[in-house]
Each structure stands twice: as structure tokens, then as C-alpha cells.
């Protein structure tokens, strides 16, 4: 079994679809094994997002997933980090198949709705990044 980091993004919340994402996941037969809602300071974010922050486009990051708290999930499954990427489409939702999360909800490259790992390596540094042990479940 995988675990990999969601972290359901700004636009997420404010258009209050967060319940339909973690369903999709839920019925997809994922299990939650962390769940949080948080403020990402820039020195996180500046963490988070290190591969890009040299980037001219990354304060826009920074200002968008700062603007408001996120959710920040665990999720546990079978080939759990491909499976995830899978669902969600790819990056910019404006070039994401029908039927992917970000193709129904996204709007465009930074605004579509969820930050999944990468990697299983990735994930796991990111599950350290936002959880610690004992925010972590298992049932």
C-alpha cells in the first residue's frame, strides 16, 4: 500500500467542492489516514514548491496558495500516487481529459483544485512535510 499528500488548493475551497474531490477519492476506494485544514506560510510553501520558486510565475504561486487555507489529505492505496495523478488529469485543466477531477472543476494551470505527489519518493517526503506520526490513522 501507497500513501501520497492531497492538499486540496484555494479554489477548492472557495468554490466548496472539497466534499466532491474526497468522494471521487473515497469511492475510487482510496482510504483517508490524515485530514487537515491549514494556512501555508510562504516558508512552506517555499519549501513545498522549492523545484519552481526560482521561477518568474512563482509568486503568483505563493500569493494563490497562501490567499486561503487549504486542506491537506493523506490518502492510502493501492498504487495509490499514479492512480491519484490519474484521476486528477494533468496540470493545466484547461488540457486535462474529460472526466478527470481538473477537467470538470480546474480552471487553468495553478488554479485546479489539488496538489497530488509526484512520486512515491515525493509523496513521502510530503506526508513529513504536513503530518506528523500522530496525525496519521489507520483503521
Known sequence: ????????????IEKSICGKVIDRFERAGFRIRGCKMIR?????LREHYAH???KSFYPE??????????IALVIEGEDIVAKVRDMLGVTDSR???PGTIRAELGVD???????ASDSVE???ME??????????FSY
Open 95 to 97: 488540457k486535462a481529459a
Open 52 to 54: 519552481i520558486a526560482s
Open 61 to 70: 504561486v505563493e500569493k494563490f496558495m497562501g490567499s486561503l487555507p487549504v
Open 1 to 12: 500500500m501507497q500513501r501520497t499528500l492531497i492538499l486540496l488548493k484555494p479554489d477548492a
Open 40 to 44: 501555508l506560510s510562504p516558508a512552506v
Open 109 to 115: 494551470q495553478m488554479v485546479n483544485v489539488a496538489h
Open 127 to 136: 506526508v513529513k512535510r504536513f503530518f506528523s506520526e500522530a496525525e496519521l
Open 122 to 124: 515525493t509523496a513521502e
